[in-house]
């Protein structure tokens, strides 16, 4: 009998071991569901610099959106008739007064620019979501082949860490001639696997963020950089997003002593040179 009982209070003490874990687990789920945006999206509002304090003359533009929101953002016209125009795709933070210092250089050796704010950034309105980012990314493509008259071809759908993935989003689904890829990561689980580790909590995600599986769709050519010391997308991430795209398609550029979206400091010149050879060679 004594047998029993003992074998009876192991049952229980499982039992109740893996009800603790299922009862954290459900909690760890809710939280994540609860605080995924706030987590992912850390908006600014106000605007650090403008166009001029880096010598640009850039138009001011309003787009219209999904759900009737308008999109904010800055165009700059290219130099030449010909000459590619970027479709720039930032980050989680911030907004488009941060990434000027980056794109100054670009336009002022005559590329074309359009750097926009997605929904709930600086003064584009609505809230951010990965659907709104996917919609977002395709009406900046309508005003600039359809209000700008700018061939797709001409098109460079370039994006960085988060904005990876709105620019894959835009690159599969409408005509560009190139897509460049900064910091960015393979999707959303893969992503979570650095926060929670092997705790399935992706599985309540809303948002996925599949670039790699969008990756496949991307018919023209591809560049990606990755800083090897890169702190928050781990430099492993970059190389197997590289390795999704199809072959000899995709460009894999490993920069040593690069950390994250600090590339263009770290090598100066040499990486607008590169990814405008890029740009111009495919």
């Given at each position: 009998m004594s047998r029993?009982?003992?074998?009876?209070?192991?049952?229980?003490?499982i039992?109740?071991?893996?009800?603790?874990?299922?009862?954290?687990?459900?909690?760890?789920?809710?939280l994540?569901?609860?605080l995924?945006?706030?987590?992912t999206f850390?908006?600014?509002?106000?605007?650090?610099f403008?166009?001029?304090?880096?010598?640009?003359?850039?138009?001011e533009?309003?787009?219209?959106?999904?759900?009737?929101d308008?999109?904010?953002?800055?165009?700059?016209?290219?130099?030449?008739?010909?000459?590619?125009?970027?479709?720039?795709?930032?980050?989680?933070?911030?907004?488009?007064?941060?990434?000027l210092?980056?794109?100054?250089?670009f336009?002022?050796h005559?590329?074309?620019a359009?750097?926009?704010?997605?929904?709930?950034?600086?003064?584009?309105?609505g809230?951010?979501?990965?659907?709104?980012?996917?919609?977002?990314?395709?009406?900046?493509?309508?005003?600039l082949?359809r209000?700008?008259?700018?061939?797709?071809?001409?098109?460079v759908?370039?994006?960085?860490?988060?904005?990876?993935a709105?620019?894959?989003?835009?690159?599969?689904?409408?005509?560009?001639?190139?897509?460049?890829?900064?910091?960015?990561?393979?999707?959303?689980?893969?992503?979570?696997?650095?926060?929670?580790?092997y705790?399935p909590?992706h599985?309540?995600?809303?948002n996925?963020w599949?670039?790699?599986?969008?990756?496949?769709?991307v018919r023209?050519?591809?560049?990606?950089?990755?800083?090897r010391l890169?702190e928050v997308?781990?430099?492993?991430?970059?190389?197997?997003?590289?390795?999704?795209?199809?072959?000899?398609?995709?460009?894999?550029?490993?920069?040593e002593g690069?950390?994250?979206?600090?590339l263009?400091?770290?090598?100066?010149?040499?990486?607008?040179?590169?990814?405008?050879?890029?740009?111009?060679?495919?």
């Amino acid at each position: 009998m004594s047998r029993v009982i003992e074998t009876m209070a192991v049952v229980k003490s499982i039992f109740l071991g893996i009800l603790s874990v299922v009862a954290v687990l459900m909690v760890l789920a809710i939280l994540v569901r609860l605080l995924e945006n706030w987590i992912t999206f850390h908006p600014w509002r106000e605007f650090e610099f403008k166009p001029e304090n880096f010598g640009l003359s850039a138009e001011e533009v309003r787009i219209q959106s999904g759900g009737g929101d308008t999109i904010h953002g800055w165009y700059f016209r290219p130099g030449k008739a010909d000459a590619a125009v970027i479709v720039f795709f930032h980050g989680n933070a911030g907004n488009i007064s941060h990434r000027l210092d980056l794109l100054a250089p670009f336009v002022r050796h005559g590329l074309g620019a359009l750097l926009f704010d997605y929904r709930g950034y600086g003064l584009s309105t609505g809230k951010p979501s990965e659907k709104a980012f996917q919609e977002d990314a395709l009406a900046v493509w309508d005003y600039l082949t359809r209000v700008k008259g700018i061939a797709p071809e001409r098109l460079v759908a370039f994006g960085r860490s988060l904005g990876g993935a709105p620019a894959t989003y835009l690159a599969a689904g409408r005509k560009v001639g190139r897509l460049v890829l900064e910091g960015s990561f393979t999707s959303g689980r893969d992503f979570s696997r650095r926060i929670f580790g092997y705790l399935p909590l992706h599985l309540v995600m809303k948002n996925n963020w599949e670039v790699s599986r969008t990756l496949k769709r991307v018919r023209v050519p591809v560049m990606i950089l990755h800083g090897r010391l890169d702190e928050v997308v781990p430099f492993s991430l970059g190389e197997k997003l590289a390795r999704g795209g199809s072959a000899g398609q995709v460009v894999f550029w490993a920069v040593e002593g690069g950390g994250h979206l600090d590339l263009y400091a770290v090598l100066g010149e040499s990486y607008y040179e590169r990814i405008e050879r890029f740009l111009e060679d495919g």
